[in-house]
C-alpha cells in the first residue's frame, strides 16, 4: 500500500524559511497531482499549493510570492519551500497526492501524510 511521509516542519521566528518534504513510498503505478493543506486550531483545512502532473501550479493568494511548491519525480517525492513565514502561517501541513497503484491502476485515490507541525513565532 501507499503512505506518504512527511518531514521538515518545526517553529521558526517570522521572517524565516522551512522546508517541507513528502516522500511517497509502496506500490505505485503514477502519481498525478499533488498538493499541500495545512489546519490551523479551529479552522477548515486549506489548500495551501498544488501542482498538476504536467506542472502547473496553484497557490492560496495567503502564501503567492513566499511559498513554492515542486517535485521529484524520481524521488517521489514533493516539497513546500516557505519563505517570509508569518505568525499566521503557524498550522499543522499535510501533504496530498493523487496516486494510482499498481494494483488498481484504473483508480485514482487521495493519499494523505501524518502532518508535520509548522509554528511560526512573533
Known amino acids: 500500500q501507499v503512505q506518504l511521509v512527511e518531514s521538515g516542519g518545526g517553529l521558526v521566528q517570522a521572517g524565516g524559511s522551512l522546508r517541507l518534504s513528502c516522500a511517497a513510498s509502496?506500490?505505485?503505478?503514477?502519481?498525478?497531482?499533488v498538493g499541500w493543506y495545512r489546519q490551523a486550531p479551529g479552522k477548515q483545512r486549506e489548500l495551501v499549493a498544488a501542482?498538476?502532473?504536467?506542472?502547473?501550479?496553484n497557490y492560496a493568494d495567503s502564501v503567492k510570492g513566499r511559498f513554492t511548491i515542486s517535485r521529484d519525480n524520481a524521488k517521489n517525492t514533493v516539497y513546500l519551500q516557505m519563505n517570509s513565514l508569518k505568525p499566521e502561517d503557524t498550522a499543522v501541513y499535510y501533504c496530498?497526492?493523487?496516486?494510482?497503484?499498481?494494483?488498481?491502476?484504473?483508480?485514482?485515490?487521495?493519499?494523505w501524510g501524518q502532518g508535520t507541525q509548522v509554528t511560526v513565532s512573533s
Open positions: 496530498n497526492a493523487r496516486i494510482r497503484t499498481a494494483t488498481m491502476i484504473h483508480l485514482l485515490r487521495d493519499y
Open positions: 501542482s498538476t502532473s504536467g506542472g502547473s501550479t
Open positions: 509502496g506500490s505505485i503505478f503514477s502519481i498525478d497531482a
